[in-house]
């Protein structure tokens, strides 16, 4: 499926949509380059899931876990994952990513998941790409 944004808040409006159809377990996978609207996707999402937190890019931190609370969904942890920085796999893995991937109470998001291919062998994942359009604030969405 493609589909093009025309704003910030259009992507994160689709985040929102895109929530209605996750469940526990869902791994997220978002490809792009800075500036592509990964975050923004992500902000849609917690929206949506009732998460009143600021969301932003864990690029230093590499992980953030958001509670879901007062929600009738199973879901119970949104994780952000960002790894644009990640020297190795084993960062992630002492920082507890385990914990999460696949899990049934979690729906994992990770941006630049090429850097940790090795740990999402044999996960469900889908992937979710994002281009800059021929306008400033347009962005080309593919998922697959």
Request: net charge positive.
């Amino acid at each position: 499926m493609l589909l093009t944004t025309n704003s910030q808040s259009e992507t994160e409006r689709f985040g929102k949509k895109l929530s209605a159809k996750l469940r526990g377990g869902d791994i997220l996978l978002l490809s792009g380059d800075l500036g592509a609207g990964k975050t923004s996707l992500v902000k849609g999402l917690a929206k949506s899931l009732g998460i009143k937190h600021e969301i932003t890019s864990p690029t230093f931190t590499l992980m953030n876990t958001y509670k879901v609370q007062g929600s009738k969904s199973k879901v119970k942890n949104l994780v952000h994952i960002d790894t644009y920085r990640l020297k190795d796999e084993k960062e992630l893995l002492e920082i507890g990513v385990e914990d999460y991937l696949g899990k049934p109470d979690t729906i994992c998001v990770i941006e630049w998941p090429e850097k940790i291919s090795g740990l999402l062998k044999n996960k469900k994942t889908t992937s979710i790409s994002f281009e800059h359009g021929n306008k400033p604030e347009e962005r080309k969405i593919l998922i697959s």
